[in-house]
């Protein structure tokens, strides 16, 4: 993430906060030449995003670090496995209609398809309601038949950055992603489940950090 985008006047008060400290809006404004009024906008977009600090009857200060800043820095290191929860799995012989009672039970919008505990595929509610559209006889079908398979599936890993995450989420579209350990056997690559990262996930976590505030 690059820094916010100042305007020239906005960069030339910081640098008078930095030279003057404390200084109230009224010598700000003096010194600019302008009104008390027209800084407001600016000195608001500065206070909030912690470049300065507001000191009241006193005047502003330079803040060493900005919070947009502390945000961005916040958000970068937490982990998947900091958040993840439990995946709902079946495996692909599975008939569509057990499948579509499993999802609404557990109120998800995916299910993982396994083998032994290894990811094999993924099908969603989407994915349900095509076929459920299409007239197939839900009772017969196995879920192997509409899932997706592997390798096209996207996922994330544990120590991946939930930023990461949230981006892989909002770019394929999808309403949440299989964390997976990956392991070798026989000299073939596997993707063993071992929890799940969903928007609800994403949610929670900004409405904690909003509690914590």
């Not at 599936?153 to 990956?182: N, T």
């Amino acid at each position: 993430m690059g820094k916010i985008k100042l305007t020239p006047r906005q960069e030339e008060i910081i640098i008078l906060v930095k030279e003057n400290p404390p200084i109230t809006s009224e010598r700000l404004a003096n010194k600019l030449g302008v009104t008390r009024a027209a800084l407001r906008p600016d000195l608001a977009i500065l206070t909030m995003t912690g470049i300065l600090d507001a000191r009241p009857k006193v005047g502003y200060i330079y803040s060493k670090k900005p919070s947009y800043s502390l945000v961005y820095d916040y958000i970068r290191n937490i982990k998947v496995k900091d958040i993840m929860s439990k995946p709902i799995m079946t495996t692909e012989e599975t008939m569509v209609y057990d499948a579509i009672l499993h999802l609404f039970l557990n109120d998800v919008g995916t299910l993982f398809i396994h083998n032994n505990g290894n990811l094999v595929g993924a099908v969603s509610r989407k994915d349900f309601l095509k076929m459920a559209m299409g007239g197939t006889d839900i009772h017969k079908v196995p879920v192997g038949i509409i899932m997706t398979r592997m390798p096209n599936i996207v996922l994330v890993e544990k120590e991946d950055s939930i930023y990461l995450a949230a981006q892989k989420i909002i770019e394929h579209e999808v309403d949440s992603l299989p964390v997976v350990e990956r392991k070798f056997e026989s000299g073939k690559e596997i993707f063993q489940i071992i929890g799940k990262i969903s928007k609800t996930n994403i949610t929670r976590l900004f409405v904690k950090m909003g509690e914590n505030g």
